[in-house]
């Protein structure tokens, strides 16, 4: 199963733009790249997830390295209730099934 | 849209006794839906894959024989921990797979005493 690589914690000042980096060197060119967010005691919540071209939605961007080996998810103005721990995860094409990394813990300074 | 729910929300019970969660898909049809658990200040661990209409497939090292999966429909999954013990405590999460991507339950506390 392909792994990720985030780091354990960030910081972040409110309102101010997230740039959360995650590694994925072994990916296979058929691996999704998702990203969710995960509230103490909640489940994950879906953020974003793509396949090679950068994505925006409304509630954040994904960019892609052109090798795809790595990727930013990108919160463009961080509010407190982004305070989350975001996990970085790679989609196998052929069972669906997600194994989670150890995720990176994002704390927003009000 | 995708919304998928899970019940009880939290159960306590005694050591031995039998544990059912349900895990249902309220706005579409999943026939693939996953089971994991977490514990305290750690990542979610992958326990088994649940197929519609067929068996469920455990990942290495969880017991088929304790955590009993059924997936008789296309919006229901249950899981069912039996003769739990303390050990089994955790909270457990589980997911339906739809438009590419799995969208996640609120998850279940479960406390064996």
């Known amino acids: 199963d392909a792994k990720t690589t985030q780091p354990n914690s960030m910081e972040s000042n409110e309102e101010e733009p997230v740039h959360l980096p995650c590694n994925h060197s072994t990916i296979s060119g058929t691996d999704y790249i998702h990203w969710y967010r995960q509230l103490p005691s909640q489940g994950p919540e879906y953020v974003i997830h793509?396949?090679?071209s950068n994505v925006n939605n409304r509630m954040a961007s994904l960019a892609i390295a052109e090798d795809r080996k790595s990727s930013t998810l990108i919160l463009h103005r961080a509010t407190l209730r982004d305070a989350a721990v975001y996990y970085c995860?790679?989609?196998?094409?052929?069972?669906?099934?997600?194994?989670f990394g150890t995720g990176t813990r994002l704390k927003v300074l009000a | 849209g995708a919304v998928v729910s899970q019940h009880p929300s939290r159960v306590i019970c005694k050591s031995g006794t039998s544990v059912k969660i349900e895990c249902r898909s309220l706005d579409f049809q999943a026939t693939t839906m996953f089971w994991y658990r977490q514990f305290p200040k750690k990542s979610l661990m992958l326990m088994a894959t649940s197929n519609e209409g067929s068996k469920a497939t455990y990942e290495q090292g969880v017991e088929k024989d304790k955590f009993l999966i059924n997936h008789a429909s296309l919006t229901l999954s249950t899981l069912t921990v039996t003769s739990a013990h303390p050990e089994d405590s955790s909270f457990y999460i589980c997911s339906a797979f739809t438009r590419d991507t799995q969208y996640f339950g609120p998850g279940t506390r479960l406390t064996v005493l």
């Open positions: 793509g396949l090679t």
């Open positions: 995860i790679l989609r196998d094409k052929g069972t669906y099934k997600y194994i």
